[in-house]
């Protein structure tokens, strides 16, 4: 339904599907319509189902997305192997400004698979991993990264995940 009102001619801009129950097999509806998500600026996808495979569905259309500013991702499945599906996307995507991953169970794989397009995204200001279980390493290397690539310091953010071994209750 979303595809066939998107095909009518409609000029889309922002496109928020946040909490909408959205899963793998849903993102493959997404691919019909990326001629008409073109000239999109903003795209929300967060608190969906939406994980490895998905990433691998929308992939494609996000490759396209050359005046996407905001992408909403968080707090969804994505994990390291969706960053894995995301990284050529995201080099391939100059305008983005702002991307969201804040608790998409993403660890230190999916942390390295997000360094090398931070060269590629010239007009990133902010990445936001906060809420996912990230090593202090990893974050480092991302740092490195970050700055190398002339980004703003207050634009990367991490927010610890606490973890509790050995509890008794």
Known sequence: ELTDNMRQGENFTELLLDSNNIGDE??????????EMKGLKKLALGENYIGEEGCRYIVPVLAEMK????????N?????????????????????????????NIGDPG???LVPPLAHLNGLKE??????????????????????????????IFRAVTVYHNLSL
């Not at 994505?78 to 990284?87: K, P, Q, R, T, V």
């Open 76 to 104: 969804t499945n994505i994990s390291d192997g969706g960053c894995h599906y995301l990284a050529p996307a995201l080099a391939k995507m100059n305008g983005l400004e702002q991307f969201n991953l804040i608790g998409s």
């Open 67 to 74: 005046r996407l500013k905001t992408l909403f991702l968080n």
């Open 127 to 156: 990445l936001n991993l906060a809420f996912n279980v990230i090593s202090e390493g990893a974050r480092q290397a991302l740092k490195d990264a970050w700055r190398e690539a002339g980004k703003p310091d207050n634009g990367l």
């Open 26 to 35: 849903d993102c493959l509806h997404l691919a019909p319509a990326r001629a």
């Open 111 to 113: 942390c390295r698979h």
